[in-house]
């Protein structure tokens, strides 16, 4: 990501004092991350914690794209979404809670469904899309339009007690297609406790912020699987599919 002269203001310095005392991180990570621009995709069982830690952490621009509104049964995990919220569309409700919480970011919200007729346009000023998606459909759209563009995808995907994460970075890990060349058949009300979306979105949002700020290590060429009835993690490489229609002409 590129270094930025965003200067933090008073308040800011104290808002993220806590984390600007990480040695990896300091006032120029807390400047990245001011001048980060993400889109959370889908404001659901991930894109809730995701978009709360991201805007509380300072990412300075913050997009939720969501169709949906909130019904009851979507509350056991979809955190943002309080009683009063049902009825109401998801990404207006997140958008104005995250404002609430950190009036130093800007945050947009849009009430869309992402297809691959609006997709170039959504990312033309995007540096990250994080995907909190519930379906394949639209994960691949964004992954062919990502590719293009060369634009970072953190992945993440929940069932139940089980979820994986990975960081697809175009050109130098694999992207979606490469693992998955079939599509893989969408299930729709699928059973899941709260936690495993919180615990997966959380890790998205680290990834994200190690990649804006730059430092550690990131779920690169490797997919964390976790399964949280054992607490079991597991860490396999992932390699690029040489064959792969859509990035398989990117080299890094
Ligand atoms: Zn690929």
Redesign the pocket.
């Known amino acids: 990501m590129k270094r930025t002269h965003n200067l933090l203001s008073k308040n800011e310095l104290d808002r993220y004092n806590r984390q600007i005392m990480l040695p990896d991180f300091g006032k120029d990570g807390q400047k990245r991350l001011k001048s980060a621009k993400v889109i959370v995709a889908g404001a659901g069982g991930l894109g809730c914690p995701a978009s709360l830690y991201l805007a509380a952490a300072g990412v300075g621009k913050l997009t939720i794209i969501d169709k949906d509104k909130f019904e009851l049964s979507n509350l056991n995990r979809q955190v943002l979404g309080w009683q009063r919220d049902i009825g109401c569309s998801k990404a207006e409700v997140v958008a104005e809670k995250l404002r609430a919480l950190n009036p130093e970011i800007e945050v947009h919200s849009l009430v869309i469904e992402i297809t691959e007729e609006n997709i170039g346009e959504l990312l033309q000023d995007t540096d990250i899309i994080v995907d909190a998606l519930d379906n394949w459909k639209t994960r691949f759209i964004i992954n062919a339009e990502c590719?293009k563009r060369e634009i970072p995808i953190i992945h993440a995907g929940v069932s139940g007690l089980y979820g994986q994460i990975m960081t697809i970075i175009p050109g130098k890990t694999?992207?979606l297609?490469?693992l998955l060349p079939e599509t893989p058949k969408e299930v729709s009300n699928f059973p899941v406790l709260g936690v495993t979306p919180a615990i997966f979105a959380l890790l998205q949002v680290m990834e994200t912020i190690k990649l804006i700020v730059g430092f550690g290590e990131t779920l690169t060429k490797k997919m964390l699987l976790f399964d949280l009835e054992s607490m079991s993690f597991t860490i396999i490489p992932v390699e690029?599919?040489p064959e792969?229609p859509?990035?398989?002409h990117l080299k890094k």
Request: hydrophobic residues 25%.
């Open positions: 590719v694999p992207c297609l490469c690029k599919n792969c859509i990035c398989s």
